[in-house]
């Protein structure tokens, strides 16, 4: 994908799993970093891997409503300038409300969503000043239906979802390209975060990152508006479709919200 050579895109979540994934490619594209994520000493050892190209890092805790105008400042202070942004990092819990705390279920709205639209709106500006610009925001095939025992976290990609598709619309005049990408299972870290063990039903549905992200930055180059990777989870997200609603509400509560 000649289209990424030479630009710069700033990755957030780049620390592990799809962001990880994301970054790796895209420098093998030629394309220059701006690494963000918690953990500073993963962002710095990926820094340290990608060498063929401009690597810079940027520890955020994207939980704090302050850091998306930090990092935007602190990214103008350095001199850079955003041609790709993708809004990756996110997390989410497998489990009902009442088992979480009220801290725990805003922070995952803090995160998948609030921060995502910060830094969208603020970083889409110059994009526009200039006339092009990439935007990738990570939605998941949760975002398609509402989800029983996932509730929270199915809402929240559900925004980021109607959020991307509006302005992929939107912003294409200004010559900014939006594309949301909506992975299923992916063996990454986050389902030992979301639920602990994991069914093995489940787990040989899972895709590796490899193909995710590839699927992600292919689609972007295109200009789509939506990518869901695997013809597994097309087909899941197209036939709970056409079920009546409260079927495909039980049923994605029951595969993967293990809700009774
Ligand atoms: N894996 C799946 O099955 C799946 C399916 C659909 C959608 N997704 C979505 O894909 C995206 C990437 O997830 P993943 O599967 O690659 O999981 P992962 O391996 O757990 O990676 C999540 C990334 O988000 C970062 N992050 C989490 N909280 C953060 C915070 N407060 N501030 C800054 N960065 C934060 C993490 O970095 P630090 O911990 O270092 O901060 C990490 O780099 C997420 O948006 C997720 O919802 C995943």
Redesign the pocket.
């Known amino acids: 994908m000649q289209i990424f050579n030479g630009k710069t895109a700033l990755v957030?979540?780049?620390?592990?799993?799809?962001?990880?994934e994301l970054s790796r490619q895209l420098a093998a594209m030629g394309c220059n970093l701006i690494l963000?994520?918690?953990?500073t000493e993963?962002l710095e050892a990926l820094a340290a891997e990608l060498c063929r190209v401009s690597v810079c890092v940027i520890t955020?805790?994207?939980?704090d409503p302050l850091v998306p105008q930090q990092l935007f400042d602190e990214v103008a202070r350095r001199g850079l300038k955003v041609d790709i942004l993708i809004n990756?990092?996110?997390?989410?819990y497998q489990k009902n409300l009442l088992e979480l705390s009220l801290e725990q279920t805003l922070g995952m709205l803090e995160?998948?969503d609030r921060a995502l639209l910060a830094l969208t709106r603020l970083f889409a500006e110059p994009m526009a000043e200039r006339g092009e610009g990439w935007i990738l925001n990570?939605?998941?095939?949760?975002a398609w239906f509402p989800i029983p025992g996932m509730a929270t976290y199915a809402a929240s990609?559900a925004f980021v979802q109607t959020l991307g598709r509006a302005l992929h619309e939107e912003l294409k005049p200004c010559g900014i390209v939006v594309t949301t990408l909506?992975?299923?299972?992916?063996?990454?870290?986050?389902?030992s975060?979301a639920r602990g063990e994991m069914d093995p039903s489940l787990q040989r549905t899972?895709m590796a990152?490899s193909p995710v992200a590839r699927a992600g930055l292919v689609g972007l180059a295109k200009g789509k508006a939506v990518v869901i990777p695997g013809w597994l989870y097309r087909l899941m997200t197209f036939i709970t479709r056409c079920l009546p609603e409260r079927w495909a509400v039980r049923l994605a509560g029951s595969v993967m919200g293990r809700h009774r």
């Open positions: 957030t979540g780049a620390s592990s799993g799809i962001g990880q963000v994520a918690r953990r993963r955020s805790d994207l939980a990756n990092a996110g997390y989410g995160v998948n990570i939605s998941s095939v949760s990609k909506s992975p299923g299972g992916t063996r990454t870290e986050f389902s975060k899972m990152v």
